[in-house]
Every structure is written in C-alpha cells, then in structure tokens.
T-cell receptor, first 115, second 117 residues
Framework: AQSVAQPEDQVNVAEGNPLTVKCTYS??????LFWYVQYPNRGLQFLLK????DNLVKGSYGFEAEFNKSQTSFHLKKPSALVSDSALYFC?????????????WGLGTSLAVNP | DGGITQSPKYLFRKEGQNVTLSCEQN?????MYWYRQDPGQGLRLIYY???????QKGDIAEGYSVSREKKESFPLTVTSAQKNPTAFYLC????????????????FGPGTRLTVL
C-alpha cells in the first residue's frame, strides 16, 4: 500500500537557523513527490516537486528538498529560516503505476520559527 | 491560490440541510478534487474527477455528492446524511493530458469553512 509519513507533528527552529521537515514514503514504482505549505485558514500552496532527474530540487521561497531513493525520503530544507516560514507543511506522493492521479498525503508538520 | 475560486468562504448549515460548495477553475485543468481537512488529520479525499462527466469516490465519500458537467466547475454537495460535516473543505485541480506526470501538481482554492449549527 502507498503511504507517506511525516514523523514530526511539530518542528521548532530559531530564526536564521537551518530547518528540516522530514518525509518518508512507500509507493509502487518510481515516486512523484510534492511539498506544500498552508498558512492559517488558507488553501495549500505548492512549494516543489520531484518527478525525475536531479535528486536536489529547488522550489519557492528558498526551500529545497532532497530525494533519497535508498532511504525512501524527501526531506524539505531551508538554509536560513524566517519567522514568516511558520506554517503547516504537507508532503504528498503518488506512484507512477497506472493513470490514477490521486496523491497520498502526509498528516502535516507544523513549523514554528522563533524570533 | 491561483486560478481556483471557492465560495462561500464561510458557510453555516442547520441540521438536516443539504448545502452546496462551489469550486471553479480557469486553469483549463482536466482533473479536480475535493478534500476535507480536520485538525490533526491532514487532507482526506472526498471525490475526484479526471474528466468532464466522470468522477470517482475518494476515501470518505459517504454523505457527499458531486457533479462535473463542465470542465471549469466541480460543485460539492454536503447532504444531511453526512453526520459530522463541520470542517474545512478544499478544492484542487491538476491539468494537462491524462497520464503526464509533470501535470500532476495540484493547485488549491482558498477553502470553505463549513459549520453545522
């Protein structure tokens, strides 16, 4: 069965420090992986995705994520956190088998960046 | 929030009422989705449609209904059979040719918060 895990419900970092939000997955075939951010009472905003190619993916707002096939992980990173990065972050995955476009979603990680 | 609009932003429903949430997109996307979001439970898929006049149940379809008569529109009806409808509802779309992975990015509307009185 396909699944996504975000092992941390909450991550706290100090402003200016690097941040990591973790995501691991289980999927049939090669994965398509996504990160989204949600601010309070808003819809989700797309940050970045991995389909194929370079394992390091760069996205919006200075975020990047590294695809690690052996560890089945796709951790979201940013070198220097901002208070404005405080939000809820979701990882999602779909396998490349078939034509089903459904994404499997993690439960989300709440990021708090402290000034 | 891109080219997807949801209305209303806030909706209040009395017990036993059906209510319809609107979702419209001008992105020319083939696929559209409805999710329900509850605190601590992430996003749960209610219904999705990969093409006009076709839709499939998601993981929590009971008590909900949809239609897809136009490419741009995918309204969700929350029926009286849905026992606990208070939640944040999100509509999304993804575009392009079916089976093209580069088009699988889903774009979300701003959401509708439904409260049962």
């Amino acid at each position: 069965a396909q699944s996504v895990a975000q092992p941390e419900d909450q991550v706290n970092v100090a402003e200016g420090n690097p941040l990591t939000v973790k995501c691991t997955y289980s999927v049939s075939g090669n994965p398509y992986l996504f990160w989204y951010v949600q601010y309070p009472n808003r819809g989700l905003q797309f940050l970045l995705k991995y389909i194929t190619g370079d394992n390091l993916v760069k996205g919006s707002y200075g975020f990047e994520a590294e695809f690690n096939k052996s560890q089945t992980s796709f951790h979201l990173k940013k070198p220097s956190a901002l208070v404005s990065d405080s939000a809820l972050y979701f990882c999602a995955v779909r396998g490349n088998a078939g034509n089903n476009r459904k994404l499997i979603w993690g439960l989300g990680t709440s990021l708090a960046v402290n000034p | 929030d891109g080219g997807i609009t949801q209305s209303p932003k806030y909706l209040f429903r009395k017990e036993g009422q059906n209510v319809t949430l609107s979702c419209e997109q001008n992105l020319n996307h083939d696929a559209m989705y409805w999710y329900r979001q509850d605190p601590g439970q992430g996003l749960r898929l209610i219904y999705y449609s990969q093409i006009v006049n076709d839709f499939q149940k998601g993981d929590i379809a009971e008590g909900y209904s949809v239609s897809r008569e136009k490419k741009e529109s995918f309204p969700l009806t929350v029926t009286s059979a849905q026992k606990n409808p208070t939640a944040f509802y999100l509509c999304a779309s993804s575009g392009g040719l079916a089976g093209t992975p580069s088009t699988d990015t889903q774009y979300f509307g701003p959401g509708t918060r439904l409260t049962v009185l």
